[in-house]
């Protein structure tokens, strides 16, 4: 179920590199990606994991609300990430000229029938 979702979101995104289920640990439960020279989006999901944690947690000191969606933007990359439940979130790499509007849009559709299949 897990894979067939990320699969999904990458291959119908425009420049869409690689997608990860994982939790806040930096553990995955299922990834999928597309060969990507010099990068180990692997490695730069759990690294991400890492700042989400220190988001997370700057959100639940400030009383500013749930956290639920982030944008990691460098020069080759996007990285949208949409949180799925205190555990969890999920994670879509594109290509800098990715198709940012569909990207989003995918996570969002996907992410309640992801989110339902952890609990």
Same mark, same amino acid.
């Given at each position: 179920?897990?894979?067939?979702?990320?699969? !999904?979101?990458?291959? @119908? !995104? $425009?420049?869409? *590199?690689? *997608?990860?289920?994982?939790?806040?640990?930096?553990?995955?439960?299922?990834?999928?990606?597309?060969?990507? @020279?010099?990068?180990?989006?692997?490695?730069?999901?759990?690294?991400?994991?890492?700042?989400?944690?220190?988001?997370?947690? !700057? *959100?639940?000191?400030? =009383?500013?609300?749930?956290? @639920? @969606?982030? !944008?990691?933007?460098?020069?080759?990359?996007?990285?949208?990430?949409?949180?799925?439940?205190? =555990?969890?979130?999920?994670?879509?790499?594109?290509? $800098?000229?990715?198709?940012?509007?569909?990207? $989003?849009?995918?996570?969002? $559709?996907?992410?309640?029938?992801?989110?339902?299949?952890?609990?």
């Amino acid at each position: 179920m897990f894979s067939e979702a990320l699969q !999904t979101m990458v291959e @119908e !995104t $425009r420049g869409g *590199a690689g *997608a990860v289920l994982m939790g806040y640990d930096g553990i995955a439960i299922d990834q999928f990606f597309k060969p990507v @020279e010099d990068m180990d989006l692997q490695l730069v999901a759990v690294e991400y994991a890492n700042i989400l944690k220190e988001i997370k947690k !700057t *959100a639940d000191i400030l =009383e500013s609300g749930r956290m @639920e @969606e982030v !944008t990691i933007k460098t020069d080759r990359f996007l990285v949208l990430i949409r949180i799925l439940n205190d =555990e969890y979130f999920v994670a879509l790499t594109l290509e $800098r000229d990715g198709n940012f509007g569909k990207a $989003r849009y995918l996570l969002m $559709r996907e992410s309640p029938a992801l989110k339902a299949a952890l609990d």
